[in-house]
């Protein structure tokens, strides 16, 4: 399964026909219930853009399947994190994810417990509060992105240039607030 994906400048073909590959390879099924409900826009935005703008996903999660998680390319890996919370929290497991192109620091998709021990102790229940995930659930480079960070100021502070440059990026290609979705809020 693929997460299914519609950017600025249209629908990425490429992980609804890597997962269609591998399915056939595999002799499974390749699943088109679930699509991503939001438009996160993620193509051209940087690490803290791609923190505020979390994909959501809905559909029919099929009973008694296991599944395997493709993209084309993982930056931070909150899109396949979210994808794959969608799966278990409908009673599922995701057995295995591939991606073509890891533009991420590490390889590691599950962070480091001390780093995560590091945030919880640095900022407390503020990750949670701002962007809506315990520090635990974060992906490998999400957490460490984060940690580079000194203050929660300095996160909130990022966060709203980061909204901000959102905002504008989307204007320069045409797309206005109500295209925009979540993007802003």
């Known amino acids: 399964m693929a997460p299914h994906a519609r950017e600025a400048s249209g629908d990425n073909a490429i992980p609804q026909v890597l997962a269609e590959v591998c399915a056939l ?3 499974a099924k390749a699943d ?6 939001t438009r996160v826009f993620h193509t051209g935005a940087d690490p803290m853009e ?7 996903f809905e559909g029919d999660v099929v009973a008694k399947g296991h ?21 278990q929290l409908n009673g599922r497991q995701v057995a295995q994810i591939l991606v073509l ?22 900022y407390g229940h503020e990750i949670t509060e701002i962007f809506g995930i315990k520090p635990a659930a ?8 984060l940690v580079g960070f000194r203050t929660v100021d300095e996160i909130r502070n990022r966060l709203a240039k980061a909204r901000q440059e ?3 990026r989307l204007r320069s290609k045409g797309i206005g607030p109500a295209d925009q979705g979540q993007v802003g809020g």
């Open 25 to 27: 390879v595999a002799g």
């Open 50 to 56: 791609r923190m505020a703008l979390r994909a959501q």
């Open 166 to 168: 959102t905002y504008l």
């Open 138 to 145: 974060l992906t490998a480079n999400e957490a460490s992105y």
């Open 32 to 37: 088109v219930d679930i699509v991503q409900s």
């Open 67 to 87: 599944y395997v998680l493709v993209d084309d390319v993982s930056s931070l890996g909150g899109t396949l994190a979210e994808l794959a919370n969608y799966i």
């Open 101 to 122: 192109v890891n533009a991420g620091r590490t390889t590691r998709f599950k962070p480091e417990t001390k780093i995560i021990k590091l945030l919880e102790k640095r």
